[in-house]
């Protein structure tokens, strides 16, 4: 059965009703993970398209000492691969230059991993607040009434509970899967910089 649009927001608003002021921000931290999980996707998909395209180009290049074809790919290449593989052409200690380019680029490679980390430890912590508050509200009924005539006044608040409880468990589930995805992709285009430096070492590490 297919629910008109409006049925579906009146639907919506009322399950983030029942699960109280918590839910909000629990929404906000889920959507800003599948919008920050998107941009990352496409930013490694550059990346990665360009380990495809041009990686093994650079470690042949790098390893024969030949600067005008590094220079060539690294022309075609605006990623980090590329900007590395310039600087490493340029001579010199082929460490201190992958240090410096390295640490240039971190910012870019790691982005938005703090993000996804303080969504998967603080969305939890939230729905359990949030769980805390129900029973609170529940409890306050019950202490405030001596005899209950609807148990929907109590089943409410023991909604609210396990409602924020399960939001806060699957959005920090959500932030869990890109997380270790991008802290997968951050290791591997680590041990390529340094594949790529150590193929510059013979060559272009005896230049000054």
């Known amino acids: 059965m297919i629910f008109p649009m409006s ?37 490694w998909g ?25 220079n060539a790919i690294a022309s075609d290449d605006r990623t980090p691969y590329g900007s590395l593989a310039e600087r490493l052409s ?20 790691e982005r938005y991993l703090l993000v996804f980390s303080t969504i998967v430890t603080a969305a939890p912590m939230l729905g359990i607040l949030g769980t805390v508050l129900g029973i609170i509200r529940s409890f306050e009924l019950l202490g405030t009434q001596e005899t209950i005539t609807d148990p929907r006044d109590i089943s409410a608040g023991i909604a609210e ?3 924020t409880t399960a939001f806060g468990l699957v959005v920090a589930l959500i932030a869990l899967v890109p997380l270790m995805a991008l802290r997968g992709q951050v290791e591997r285009a680590l041990g390529r910089f340094e594949a790529m430096t150590a193929a510059a070492t013979d060559k272009f590490g005896r230049r000054s």
Do not use: C, T
Request: charged share 30%.
């Open 90 to 109: 340029e001579g010199g200690d082929p460490g201190a230059a992958s240090v410096e380019v390295v640490e240039f680029q971190r910012p870019r490679i």
């Open 46 to 70: 550059v990346l990665n398209r360009s380990v495809r395209r041009h990686y093994e180009r650079f470690l042949e290049a790098l390893r024969s000492g030949d600067r005008d074809r590094v």
């Open 161 to 163: 509970a396990l409602i």
């Open 7 to 43: 049925d579906l927001l009146d639907r919506f608003i009322e399950f983030m009703a029942r699960g109280g002021a918590v839910m909000w921000p629990l929404l906000f931290m889920s959507v800003l993970v599948i919008a920050l999980g998107f941009e990352r996707w496409l930013f």
